[in-house]
């Protein structure tokens, strides 16, 4: 069973490309410092990579 990654947005999305906007808000997240819980699947690893630099990740 996969553990789930709880991910913070930590830098804003103005200013950012539009793949990278969709990609945080496929993710869920909206505004600034929002938190989610997500599953630890390639996909979801292949999203934080796309904004790595926008988001903090932890297990």
Same mark, same amino acid.
Do not use: D, R, W, Y
């Given at each position: 069973? &996969?553990?789930? *990654? !709880?991910?913070? *947005?930590?830098? &804003? $999305?103005?200013? %950012?490309?539009?793949? $990278?906007? %969709?990609? *945080?808000?496929? #993710?869920?997240?909206n505004? *600034?410092? !929002?938190?989610?819980?997500l599953?630890?699947?390639? /996909? ?5 990579? !796309?904004? &790595?630099? #926008?988001?903090?990740? /932890? /297990?």
């Amino acid at each position: 069973m &996969s553990a789930g *990654l !709880k991910i913070t *947005l930590i830098k &804003s $999305q103005i200013g %950012a490309p539009t793949a $990278q906007k %969709a990609v *945080l808000n496929g #993710m869920g997240l909206n505004k *600034l410092n !929002k938190t989610v819980v997500l599953k630890n699947t390639p /996909e979801i690893v292949g999203m934080i990579a !796309k904004v &790595s630099h #926008m988001v903090k990740v /932890e /297990e």
